[in-house]
């Protein structure tokens, strides 16, 4: 059984064509930024059999097209990496593309068994450097890019996301750094930056958590661009 925050039938944003996106619930870090603070809390949410998933996705099968498929997001989906391995093997039975859109902050045995039954990774590198991501983040850089190594050792094409956040991550020696992280690692097909959204501050109000950015502005579409051709560079 796994815990299930929401999903979104038909999502044309986490990872290749139109997806169905599972949202488990739990996560293990607690980023500044993060627009999910519903999926924080461990041991709640709907329970589903990966059967039951698997079947429910394919419903949707005629929409997905040659690219989409199923993608487990969260929260972090590497806490139920049993559930998500059970869920993705069924979908491959069905002829369903897997995706797996995470954090990268835990690397275990079932982790790495997990890995094995996905097609693409969507790995969220929050910052490139280890002081931020020990202060707004709540874990070390080194777990995820030990993760990206692994993905690499195992050549699974994977999709670098950032969220840019204005006085944090938005400047030129973050770019830098991540161009370099990108030319270490042959399995990257695409990076993606996300423009850092307050939409979720209603739901922070709601939770009674204090919600650590609500000062910081969101970028504009100038700004986003402009890094993105610093990347291209
Ligand atoms: S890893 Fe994702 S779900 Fe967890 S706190 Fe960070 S942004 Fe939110």
Redesign the pocket.
């Given at each position: 059984m796994g815990k299930v925050n929401s999903i979104q039938t038909l999502g044309a944003l986490d990872g290749p064509g139109v997806r169905f996106v599972v949202f488990l619930q739990g996560?293990n870090?607690?980023?500044g930024?993060?627009h999910?603070?519903d999926?924080?809390e461990i041991g709640v949410g709907t329970e589903y059999t990966a059967l039951e998933i698997a079947d429910k996705c394919e419903r949707f099968k005629e929409y997905f097209g040659d690219k989409g498929g199923i993608t487990i997001s969260?929260?972090?989906p590497l806490l139920q990496a049993e559930f998500c391995l059970e869920v993705f093997r069924e979908c491959h039975k069905k002829g369903i593309n897997t995706c797996l859109d995470t954090?990268g902050s835990i690397l275990n045995d079932s982790v790495k068994a997990l890995l094995e039954e996905t097609d693409t990774v969507l790995l969220?590198i929050k910052y490139t450097n280890d002081d931020d991501y020990k202060k707004y983040?709540g874990c070390g850089i080194k777990t995820p890019l030990e993760f990206l190594d692994y993905l690499s050792q195992k050549n699974i094409p994977t999709v670098l996301r950032q969220v840019i956040i204005p006085t944090l991550n938005d400047n030129e020696e973050n770019i830098l750094r991540l161009k370099e992280i990108r030319d270490n690692h042959k399995n990257i097909v695409k990076t993606e930056f996300l423009p850092f959204k307050k939409l979720c501050s209603v739901k922070y109000e709601k939770l009674g958590i204090d919600f650590k950015f609500k000062c910081i502005p969101e970028p504009t579409k100038k700004q986003i661009e402009y890094l993105e051709q610093k990347y291209k560079e």
């Open positions: 996560c870090l607690r980023c930024c993060c999910n603070p999926t924080w969260g929260g972090e954090s969220d983040v």
